[in-house]
């Protein structure tokens, strides 16, 4: 097999991404293998709280609100570090744009405090 | 003046998919326009929710998500029922296919939405955008899903895969097979969702690709 840059990888392990039902299927392949897994692995119930349709229109469009409480910044340092342990791969737009993020999260900060 | 009930929806029972998106489409009709809806709502349900928990699996919002992606596409299929076209096909079970696929590309305009701060699909991307008939080219290497879930696994933390996950859901290919990369907005989104920085996202999905990467070069057999 070719090394991991090869763009055919990508694209194949999209695809397969795709007929797994892993993302969304885009063509009539990936739905048929999609339904056929379906068949296969039914989910475990529906939920009470999808089966009213009616409250499902009088609602309307809904949106997400709670973002994932599960990102710090410590955690960019983890992973700066973590590149630095492996060999320094952070490459120069990442690491560009890590000094930005970080500059505008102290001015944020700064600002703030300030106020 | 006659006072008109509310149709149940099991007097819709005998409809075609098609004539229930034509009578769900009079909406100077409401009690039947809800009732063909309901119905609708009662063919389609497990398949529209089966769909969003695979994809949906590891988020850590995930009863939300499907939730709000459940109402969003039910609700777009409401608004924009009129638009369907079976294109000539009148076997039942081809035009059930052909309201999958329409749900499925209408499911992943709404999970991107969600990623690019819009308020809602562009109505172009749900009335019009179907799904591709046929893809166009086979892949080179064809993994397995099995695999695919496995080499997922060896990523430790649930948030990176689902981040990875999304990462795919946005893949374009670009200009000689390279993949395109993600537009800011998507970036900004992610980095919002997930509590943390576009910076870390960039990480997040390099790291993690190489994880699924590697696995699947190790076990890959031809």
Known sequence: MNDKNDPDFEASLHEAMKKAGFIFPETEEDLDSVLAHMDKMRASGFPAELDDPEAILRNGRLTLNSPVDDGTDAEVEENLARAAREGGEINEEVSEQMKKDRKRADDEHNDRTAG | ?222
């Open chain 2, 1 to 222: 003046m006659e006072i008109v009930k509310p149709k149940e929806p099991d007097m819709l029972s005998a409809e075609t998919d098609e004539d229930l998106l034509v009578i769900m489409s009079i909406k100077d009709d409401t009690p039947a326009s809800h009732a063909a809806f309901n119905t609708f709502h009662a063919r389609y349900k497990l398949f529209l929710f089966e769909l969003l928990e695979r994809v949906c699996s590891s988020h850590p919002n995930k009863k939300e998500l499907v939730n709000t992606l459940f109402s969003n596409v039910l609700i777009s299929i409401y608004k924009y029922c009129h638009t369907f076209d079976a294109e000539g096909e009148t076997d039942p079970a081809q035009v059930r296919k052909k309201i999958s696929g329409w749900l499925a590309t209408i499911s992943r305009h709404e999970y991107k939405s969600q990623f690019t701060n819009a308020v809602e699909p562009k109505k172009e991307q749900l009335a019009y955008q179907r799904m591709i008939r046929s893809g166009t080219e086979k892949p080179k290497y064809d993994f397995g899903a099995a695999m695919v879930a496995k080499a997922f696994e060896q990523i430790p933390k649930e948030r990176d895969r689902d981040i990875l996950r999304t990462y795919w859901v946005f893949y374009e290919k670009g200009e000689k097979s390279q993949a395109k990369n993600m537009p800011d907005d998507v970036l900004n989104g992610m980095a919002e969702q997930y509590n943390t920085n576009k910076a870390n996202i960039r990480q997040i999905i390099s790291r993690t690709n190489k994880i699924v990467q590697e696995y699947l070069l190790a076990n890959y057999k031809i």
